[in-house]
T-cell receptor, first 113, second 108 residues
Framework: EAQVTQNPRYLITVTGKKLTVTCSQN?????MSWYRQDPGLGLRQIYY???????DKGDVPEGYKVSRKEKRNFPLILESPSPNQTSLYFC????????????FGPGTRLTVT | GEDVEQSLFLSVREGDSSVINCTYT??????LYWYKQEPGAGLQLLTY?????DMKQDQRLTVLLNKKDKHLSLRIADTQTGDSAIYFC????????FGRGTSLIVHP
């Protein structure tokens, strides 16, 4: 089954404790991205990647890192999480950066206390 | 940067039509999209329209595009309780810009 998976689905952590949210897709998609969703603000793009070893900042990259060592994986790293990073995070992938459909993962709800 | 605006809430009675409106600023968008997010789930592409079209119909869904006014709408005919969700408008030919989402509430 074609899908985008994220882990963990839920995470509660404390300020400053490094964490990684994994994202994996099995569709051989070139393009992957991370979004955060906050009430009243909709979806905001954090980082995106157009292919292996190619990453770029989205609209709200501060406090986040990503890597794209393999085509299928695009982990999101929070080196020192802060409470303002409490949010719902979505990973997405598409065949290319101009493909009309993005496939979204199920989301990761992160709470930083 | 590009901006996509949509109202935050819409409440309709079951069986009525719902119309969700959206305005965008990126006149070079090749595609305009509507995504649906059900509770606790990720976004799923509902429908899309090419920028050279002005209407697209797909069963109960009708998308209207007014390129001159940069206005996009999604009409859902015979709205059902299962249509309750957040609907996101998005525009772009490169990396899509999403609106804030419209929560559609369908009541009996």
């Amino acid at each position: 089954e074609a899908q985008v998976t994220q882990n963990p689905r839920y995470l509660i952590t404390v300020t400053g404790k490094k964490l990684t949210v994994t994202c994996s897709q099995n569709m051989n998609h070139e393009y992957m991205s991370w979004y955060r969703q906050d009430p009243g603000l909709g979806l905001r793009q954090i980082y995106y990647s157009m292919n292996v070893e190619v990453t770029d900042k989205g609209d709200v990259p501060e406090g986040y890192k990503v890597s794209r060592k393999e085509k299928r994986n695009f982990p999101l790293i929070l080196e020192s999480p802060s409470p303002n990073q409490t949010s719902l995070y979505f990973c997405a992938s598409s065949l290319s950066n101009n493909a009309y459909e993005q496939y979204f993962g199920p989301g990761t709800r992160l709470t930083v206390t | 940067g590009e901006d996509v605006e949509q109202s935050l809430f819409l409440s309709v009675r079951e069986g009525d039509s719902s119309v969700i409106n959206c305005t965008y600023t990126d006149s070079s968008s090749t595609y305009l999209y509507w995504y649906k997010q059900e509770p606790g789930a990720g976004l799923q592409l509902l429908t899309y329209i090419f920028s050279n079209m002005d209407m697209k119909q797909d069963q109960r869904l009708t998308v209207l595009l007014n390129k001159k006014d940069k206005h996009l709408s999604l009409r859902i005919a015979d709205t059902q309780t299962g249509d309750s969700a957040i609907y996101f408008c998005a525009s772009g030919s490169y990396i899509p810009t999403f609106g804030r989402g419209t929560s559609l509430i369908v009541h009996p």
